[in-house]
């Protein structure tokens, strides 16, 4: 597919690299020459100088015969012109960021008559990530599909976790809890496990199960934390607003740091219960005067890297907080890691991903792309599939008959409303909602999973 994107930030190079790695014709329109210039010498895209709210800079990119014009600059009012003015000039289908919460709040009123065909928003959707999170603290990173009714966490095993040292064939025998362990972190390689496969001490596995048999998973490994109920944050941005009004609303208490004296003004008018405090949050001692050693939760949300890790690590020697870190950098990811930090967060990631889902939905017949998630660090994909059509050596038949490619699982099956962890004799129902798992593909269709 022939795609533009407008903007050549965090968000819009990222985006690039992944869309022209999936095989899409890609060109980038920014008046940023040095930023283009860097996206030119490492990816195999086209770039144009220019603004891309002109009509005769989109002619130039030739988004009248474009699939998909994708508007990524830091203005939310120049993303949806660009957007209005692409759609006019014939492209079919266009996404713009928006990110300011007044237009966030009120965009769904106008998206039709604006004619976007998806609107996104890194901070809300990080907000939203980081709530999930908080409510069930167990997990470091928590996805949810067909609409909560299925889900897949990440957690790092302990050394003197239950389960260690013992197979997965045994574990499903004698827990007899409906889950699925669908991949494993090991030493940086990432396997998706048979029922041979040992676990062992730090491995960071993904499961797959209900809301309720997760909940049993973890009781049965004695790893249940204390219920989330006072929530630390450091730094006032857009994340902070998103995530404070939602855990307002579920009745935690809040308490935010600022060093920009404004915002703490502005957030204190927003947010008149919770405890606004102007002052620096690498700052420890003030961490610790304001009760750190208190809170069930910390949240660490700088636009600066370096601060959030050192202020998270920081917690993690003196807190038995659960600890969430913001980073944009990926080259951070691994560090991050090696450090004990599980819980970290890229809001360019979770962009990217929400983005590839719906351009990977775009071309396929047999199935809806409903989700999609990068998953152990970007290593591997969760992909929801609504099956549509009757597909020849898949539907009706045993999985164990069914020939699939290596490295990918059936993670989840939700067949009216009711979640299946899949066996051997598990088949697939026209109607049916299906979880795959995979590394070393770029899916579209339930259909590229058959060998």
């Not at 009123?109 to 976007?116: M, N, V, Y």
């Not at 989330?228 to 607003?241: A, E």
């Not at 919770?274 to 069930?296: P, R, S, W, Y």
């Not at 049916?432 to 060998?451: A, G, M, Q, R």
């Given at each position: 597919?022939?795609?533009?994107?407008?903007?050549?930030?965090?968000?819009?190079?990222?985006?690039?690299?992944?869309?022209?790695?999936?095989?899409?014709?890609?060109?980038?329109?920014?008046?940023?020459?040095?930023?283009?210039?860097?996206?030119?010498?490492?990816?195999?895209?086209?770039?144009?100088?220019?603004?891309?709210?002109?009509?005769?800079?989109?002619?130039?990119?030739?988004?009248?015969?474009?699939?998909?014009?994708?508007?990524?600059?830091?203005?939310?009012?120049?993303?949806?012109?660009?957007?209005?003015?692409?759609?006019?000039?014939?492209?079919?289908?266009?996404?713009?960021?928006?990110?300011?919460?007044?237009?966030?709040?009120?965009?769904?009123?106008?998206?039709?008559?604006?004619?976007?065909?998806?609107?996104?928003?890194?901070?809300?959707?990080?907000?939203?990530?980081?709530?999930?999170?908080?409510?069930?603290?167990?997990?470091?990173?928590?996805?949810?599909?067909?609409?909560?009714?299925?889900?897949?966490?990440?957690?790092?095993?302990?050394?003197?976790?239950?389960?260690?040292?013992?197979?997965?064939?045994?574990?499903?025998?004698?827990?007899?809890?409906?889950?699925?362990?669908?991949?494993?972190?090991?030493?940086?390689?990432?396997?998706?496990?048979?029922?041979?496969?040992?676990?062992?001490?730090?491995?960071?596995?993904?499961?797959?199960?209900?809301?309720?048999?997760?909940?049993?998973?973890?009781?049965?490994?004695g790893s249940t934390k204390t219920k989330?109920?006072?929530?630390?944050?450091?730094?006032?941005?857009?994340?902070?607003?998103?995530?404070?009004?939602?855990?307002?609303?579920?009745?935690?208490?809040?308490?935010?740091?600022?060093?920009?004296?404004?915002?703490?003004?502005?957030?204190?008018?927003?947010?008149?219960?919770?405890?606004?405090?102007?002052?620096?949050?690498?700052?420890?001692?003030?961490?610790?005067?304001?009760?750190?050693?208190?809170?069930?939760?910390?949240?660490?949300?700088?636009?600066?890297?370096?601060?959030?890790?050192?202020?998270?690590?920081?917690?993690?020697?003196?807190?038995?907080?659960?600890?969430?870190?913001?980073?944009?950098?990926?080259?951070?990811?691994?560090?991050?890691?090696?450090?004990?930090?599980?819980?970290?967060?890229?809001?360019?990631?979770?962009?990217?991903?929400?983005?590839?889902?719906?351009?990977?939905?775009?071309?396929?017949?047999?199935?809806?792309?409903?989700?999609?998630?990068?998953?152990?660090?970007?290593?591997?994909?969760?992909?929801?599939?609504?099956?549509?059509?009757?597909?020849?050596?898949?539907?009706?038949?045993?999985?164990?008959?069914?020939?699939?490619?290596?490295?990918?699982?059936?993670?989840?099956?939700?067949?009216?409303?009711?979640?299946?962890?899949?066996?051997?004799?598990t088949s697939i129902q026209i109607g049916?909602?299906?979880?795959?798992?995979?590394?070393?593909?770029?899916?579209?269709?339930?259909?590229?999973?058959?060998?």
């Open positions: 597919m022939k795609i533009v994107i407008i903007g050549s930030g965090k968000v819009g190079s990222r985006l690039s690299h992944s869309l022209s790695e999936e095989g899409h014709d890609i060109t980038i329109i920014d008046c940023n020459d040095e930023a283009l210039k860097k996206i030119q010498d490492t990816q195999d895209v086209m770039c144009i100088v220019g603004n891309g709210a002109d009509v005769d800079t989109q002619l130039e990119a030739s988004v009248d015969k474009t699939g998909l014009l994708i508007a990524t600059t830091p203005h939310d009012e120049l993303n949806i012109l660009c957007c209005l003015i692409a759609k006019r000039l014939g492209a079919k289908k266009t996404i713009s960021r928006v990110r300011t919460p007044i237009y966030h709040k009120q965009i769904d009123l106008i998206k039709d008559d604006l004619h976007l065909s998806m609107v996104i928003n890194p901070e809300y959707t990080t907000a939203n990530e980081i709530l999930r999170v908080l409510v069930f603290p167990p997990a470091a990173k928590l996805e949810i599909f067909a609409k909560g009714r299925f889900e897949l966490v990440e957690y790092k095993l302990l050394e003197n976790s239950n389960i260690v040292g013992k197979s997965l064939a045994n574990i499903y025998k004698h827990n007899k809890i409906k889950c699925l362990i669908c991949t494993v972190e090991r030493d940086n390689k990432i396997y998706i496990p048979s029922g041979d496969f040992i676990l062992q001490a730090n491995d960071k596995i993904n499961i797959s199960a209900s809301h309720r048999e997760l909940e049993k998973f973890f009781k049965s490994l989330v109920k006072n929530v630390m944050i450091v730094g006032g941005g857009r994340i902070c607003y998103y995530l404070t009004n939602q855990l307002l609303a579920m009745g935690m208490r809040v308490k935010i740091f600022e060093i920009n004296l404004e915002k703490c003004k502005e957030l204190a008018k927003k947010f008149p219960k919770a405890t606004i405090i102007h002052g620096d949050g690498t700052d420890q001692e003030l961490l610790m005067e304001e009760g750190l050693n208190e809170v069930d939760a910390f949240v660490s949300l700088t636009g600066i890297d370096e601060e959030n890790i050192i202020m998270s690590l920081y917690v993690q020697n003196n807190s038995k907080a659960k600890i969430i870190t913001k980073i944009n950098r990926d080259s951070y990811h691994e560090i991050t890691s090696q450090l004990g930090l599980d819980c970290v967060l890229s809001p360019k990631d979770l962009t990217v991903s929400s983005i590839l889902s719906y351009v990977r939905s775009l071309d396929n017949t047999n199935s809806n792309i409903e989700a999609l998630y990068h998953i152990v660090g970007n290593k591997a994909e969760a992909i929801e599939f609504r099956i549509r059509n009757d597909i020849p050596h898949l539907i009706g038949i045993p999985l164990r008959n069914v020939t699939l490619k290596k490295n990918i699982l059936i993670g989840g099956i939700i067949r009216k409303r009711e979640p299946i962890i899949p066996d051997g004799n049916d909602t299906v979880i795959v798992i995979c590394k070393d593909y770029h899916f579209s269709d339930i259909t590229d999973i058959l060998d």
